[in-house]
């Protein structure tokens, strides 16, 4: 944390004696008369100007020996301190300045606040700034700076006051090693677990940065072990699993030579975000995702969504001084396949400062991510922002002290289940260099509460998986929530938030679409027991369409809401094969008078009839409707579950 660093080009003006103006003594003087004291700080000068700063020191020192209430040596002195992250020391001199004479220099306040931040003494740093905001003539941009400052100041002592319930656990030797280990990330079911290590000990400058993954077995790791497929003599780093692990986005960057790992991977510019699918249990050859998530500037640190549509990563522009206004971004996949123009999140989750390690949480409702701009312990600390109902992100909430502290926390991961969460220390008890810990995430800061369902699609007669395509509805709101794809051998995983009730249709050219639907209200959503789903998919002339998400009120024949999203979906299948035509049959139960129950049926087909040829643009000649009442139940009408899959709407292919 270098809350000082903008006073740090004082310290050269000191040694030169050219800061007399912004002190309260006349041009060419000293706060001491002592000429040997003053001829040992203009030696210190001497030695700082010539880099040997051990020499620097002891003049400085010899200075304050001879004279100790000589200012100048003193802030000298701190700020050599500060500058080899000497920090008690440094302290120490700076408050040594300021008791002898405050009003010397009043950024020695502004200075003393930075560093006292810099270690976690927070109530030492808020009356540091506090003392300098005093002063009437200040620096504006010191003064604006140092009014954020004050707030982190403010924050960390209540913090430290209410800590949060914290326990890290190292992840043990299956995940980490004697080198560097971060950048975690998890599939949905919590059975995968990838990482980046860097192949460096500690002290080591560089390293060789790779993928690793690793898979549970009855609630144990099993020992990582390198992903050759991807990794290269390049970098590799910040990988995001999709919910279901067939896609991982990661970030390559750009060598002194232009090149981007191994041979044959090219980039827009500086570091860039590839993707690659994993095939038939292998991953494939990354590739560059390209523009527009892509651009000559900085990307990295992806995190896919679970809904598979969504990608949020960090942008930042490269210059002079190294990579500025790190935001975070968000692209949508459209209907083409294309990624959308990337928009930056508001101001709830970016600031002017910086942000980094986002990370979406399969519920799609959570954000997590590391931010400078917002109060906090200092330097990077860890928040979390809610979805709100009208779409936008809430406001940022820190996940609070110690979980954040004045180091800098970022590249947290939270499991699946919303209980558990994964971050990189370096702190004492670990194999070596960075570790991966975890840790039970307090109750306020954990996401949705989801579960997933798993399963196959297959062809209804061959029996072979498919590659389907499928998407989740919430009923209610009728929004697509999830859109993806099963896997070449027709496998697939889906996550779903409790207290919602869902409408699952799944597609693929040449096949009749299949729908089910789930219901989360008013049950727990249980991890540990997913949904098992096996869907099998009718060639088209092979079968009916039942329509399991059309509804209606009881005894009644006007179609509720719900109804709309499966409904446009036979839409949509009709007009992808214009050839077809098809009967729209309604069934009843067995309950009540025959008569009435067959007048029923037919009134609810003729409900949907009516919706197909008006709202869903269906030609009438392609339509027909009729009703069956209870003459063709699928089941015995012996119990509810039996009794309410008959009551059901039918399209029949009668014309392929």
Known sequence: ?????????????????????????????????????????????????????????????????????????????????????????????????????????????????????TIGKYAEGRKAYEDFLAYPRINPNLKEKAEKFLLNAKFGEEALKNPQPFKPVNAGESINSMFYEYFPSITADGKTFMFTRNMRLENEAGGQEDFYITQNNNGNWIPSTPITSINSPGNEGAPSLSADGQFMFFVECEDQFGNYGAEGRKGLGSCDIFFSQKINGKWSEPKNVGEPINSSNWETQPSFSSDGRTLYFIRGYRTREGIKNQDIYMSQIGFDGKFSIPVKLGPNVNTEDKEESVFIHPDNQTLYFSSDGFPGMGALDIFMSKREANGEWGKAINLGYPINTFADENSLLVGPTGTIAYFASERQGGFGGLDIYQFELPKDFRPEVITYAKGIVYDSITRKGLDAEFELIDLETQKQVLKSYAAKDGNFLITLTANHNYLLNVSKNGYLFYSDNFSLKDVTADYKNPYVLKVPMQPIGFGDIVLKNVFFDIDKYDLKPESKAELNKLADFLKKNPTLQGELGGHTDNTGDKKKNQVLSENRAKAVYTYMTTEGGIDKTRLTFKGYGDTQPMYPNDNPEHKAANRRTVFKIQKK
């Not at 000293?30 to 210190?44: H, M, P, Q, R």
């Not at 400085?60 to 209430?69: E, G, R, S, Y």
């Open 1 to 117: 944390m270098k809350l000082f660093i903008n006073s740090l080009f004082i310290i050269s003006l000191f040694l030169f004696g050219n800061c007399k103006a912004q002190s309260n003594l006349a041009p060419g003087t000293y706060t001491s008369t002592n000429k040997k004291a003053i001829k040992e700080f203009e030696k210190g000068k001497k030695a700082f100007e010539l880099k040997q700063d051990k020499d620097a020191e002891k003049y400085l020192l010899k200075a304050i020996d001879l004279d100790p209430n000589f200012i100048e040596p003193r802030m000298a002195l701190g700020y050599l301190y500060a500058d080899h992250k000497e920090i008690e020391k440094a302290i120490e001199q700076f408050k040594k300045s300021t008791e002898l004479n405050p009003k010397f220099f009043p950024n020695n306040f502004y200075d003393l606040g930075g560093l006292c931040l």
